[in-house]
């Protein structure tokens, strides 16, 4: 039987194990804090993240990385992509020759600008073809009420991409599709989040759905030209990874760097949407470092540029939106 290991017990790690079980993948969970492995082994239940939800009777687990690693075909990461490196160099002595690892996290690492899957590759000392990518429009108050869902794998040897796929199609609930384009579908999940917030912050002002389409349109332009500028396939952000997490990250409720966008265009402070959130919204951060990976290639993202300044240097969400729309004329397609 194919064992896989989940590091997080946050809501999506919590609901992607969920996943990898229904499918037949032995899975445990791998969390910090005592009280939530107690209540997944004893009430089968998540209730810090993933409240009134019944857990598989048989996921289990556990605080001890060590105990949670033994025998894992597959080690899922899914904690806050800023704390990466330093989790996984501490999980690093305990990971078993040969496993795959996997990131669900969806970040550009600030001062590097690596995608998660070059940080997993560079820490671990792994080659490229035991680091896979799962990613798309995987919005988990829905998935875990039942509804249908699907998601993107990604890595570069087929066998193992095949491999994933199966450990994580659950039909006709979770579908699981297979993409190699590993740096298309990161990207793609990395800079939706940052879009997101700039569409959260004109909903708080009260813009329409003009400007939110406007705001998702020219935002796949943003992450198609970089896209294009790191060697992605282009085909890739028309798909789930692409547009298709983008759309749901842009117009659910449920998507937390939208609904933190509308606090900061609702008048709220940095910090006090920051108080009033309590999971990780990875867009705040990560917004710097996928602007810096802009720069380094010279790629225009003017949407990028102004949640940066709306979230870290006190520009005005007002004053973003003039800037937008003053922009010199230019046509539609252009950096790509």
Excluded at 70 to 97: I, M, Y
Excluded at 124 to 141: D, I, K, M, T
Excluded at 228 to 243: E, I, K, Q, V
Excluded at 249 to 269: H, I, Q
Aim: proline share 5%; with cysteine; charged share 20%.
């Amino acid at each position: 039987m194919t064992r896989a290991a989940v590091f997080g017990a946050g809501s999506w790690g919590t609901a992607f194990a969920m996943i990898l079980e229904k499918a037949g993948t032995e899975t445990v969970i791998q969390g910090r804090r005592a009280e939530i492995v107690e209540a997944i082994n004893e009430r089968h239940e998540n209730p810090d993240y993933l409240p009134g939800v019944k857990l598989p009777d048989t996921l289990r687990a556990t605080t001890d990385a060590a105990e949670a690693l033994q025998g894992a075909d597959f080690v899922v990461l899914a904690v806050p992509s800023q704390t990466l490196r330093e989790n996984l160099t501490a999980w690093k002595p305990h990971l078993p020759e040969g496993a795959v690892l996997v990131s669900l996290m969806k970040g550009i690492e600030l001062g590097t600008t690596k995608r998660m899957s070059e940080v997993i590759a560079e820490v671990a000392e792994l080659p490229a073809e035991q680091v896979a990518v799962v990613s798309g429009p995987n919005l988990v108050g829905e998935i875990v009420r039942g509804q249908p869902s699907a998601t993107v794998v990604s890595c570069v040897d087929e066998q193992v991409m095949d491999r994933l796929q199966q450990a994580c199609h659950v039909p006709p609930w979770f579908r699981a599709y297979t993409n190699p384009d590993v740096v298309g579908v990161e990207l793609g999940g990395a800079i939706k989040n940052v879009i997101a917030l700039a569409i959260g912050v004109a909903q708080g002002m009260g813009m329409g759905d003009n400007v939110s389409a406007l705001m998702m349109t020219r935002g796949l332009a943003e992450i198609s030209r970089l896209g294009a500028a790191l060697g992605a396939d282009p085909h890739t952000f028309a798909g789930l990874a692409g547009m298709g997490d983008l759309i749901a990250s842009c117009n659910s409720p449920l998507a937390r760097n939208r609904t933190f966008g509308e606090k900061l265009g609702r008048g709220m402070t940095l910090e006090e949407a920051i108080a009033s959130t309590k999971q990780t919204v990875e867009g705040v951060k990560s917004a710097e470092s996928v602007l810096e990976l802009a720069r380094k290639h010279d790629v225009e993202m003017p949407i990028t540029e102004v949640v940066v300044g709306v979230v870290h240097d006190g520009m005005a969400p007002a004053e973003a939106g003039v800037l937008l729309m003053s922009r010199s004329p230019k046509p539609e397609r252009y950096g790509v």
